[in-house]
């Protein structure tokens, strides 16, 4: 089931487990020191959970383990701090008034294929369009293995560009009519 981490009354076993959901996830797997891990995890996830906590919802087992999580911000052009920790950011912000929401998600390795992400993101899309914002978007590398993930929750608008020589693959998804991208 989802849950907002705001919902969650002891919020360091939740941290703990979509830490361990996103290095699981994650290309890179190896770090100089522990400070470059930990500098790694921040780079991708601190804005979330310090300026967005409402939207890091958590999909929790009948057990109560976490497996799967999603790390949203209905603001994207306003996310300022952003603009200097993700890696081409910026690229795409001319696209930002017609989808102006983003998200990562991922889930537990073992627990892929079982419909665990596409909820994530529909209960951030339903939260998304009833804010009345006109769509959502990601950014993947164009040969990523999420892109057909991502075409099948309905991230049909595509914009392919560069970045500092690496091509870059933004997908947006319309959730109420605004401005054309």
């Not at 998600?105 to 998304?128: K, M, Q």
């Amino acid at each position: 089931m989802v849950i907002r981490l705001t919902d969650i009354p002891e919020k360091g076993p939740a941290v703990a487990d979509l830490t361990d959901i996103f290095f699981q996830s994650s290309s890179r797997t190896s770090f100089a020191t522990a400070a470059e891990r930990t500098a790694f995890l921040a780079r991708w996830t601190a804005y979330y959970l310090d300026h967005c906590p409402d939207d890091v919802l958590l999909w929790r087992e009948a057990d109560g383990s976490i497996t799967g999580y999603l790390t949203g911000c209905r603001d994207s052009a306003g996310a300022i701090p952003l603009h200097d920790g993700l890696p081409g950011y910026t690229v795409f912000a001319d696209c930002f008034a017609a989808f102006p929401a983003h998200l990562h998600v991922n889930c537990r390795p073992d627990r892929r294929g079982r419909g665990i992400g596409a909820a994530l993101i529909e209960a951030f899309a339903s939260d998304c369009a009833g804010a009345g914002l006109a769509g959502l978007h990601i950014v993947t590398a164009p040969s990523a293995r999420n892109v057909q993930f991502y075409a099948r929750a309905g991230f049909d608008h595509r914009v392919d560009r560069a970045w500092a020589g690496h091509p870059l693959l933004f997908m947006g998804r319309r959730l109420h009519q605004g401005p054309q991208a």
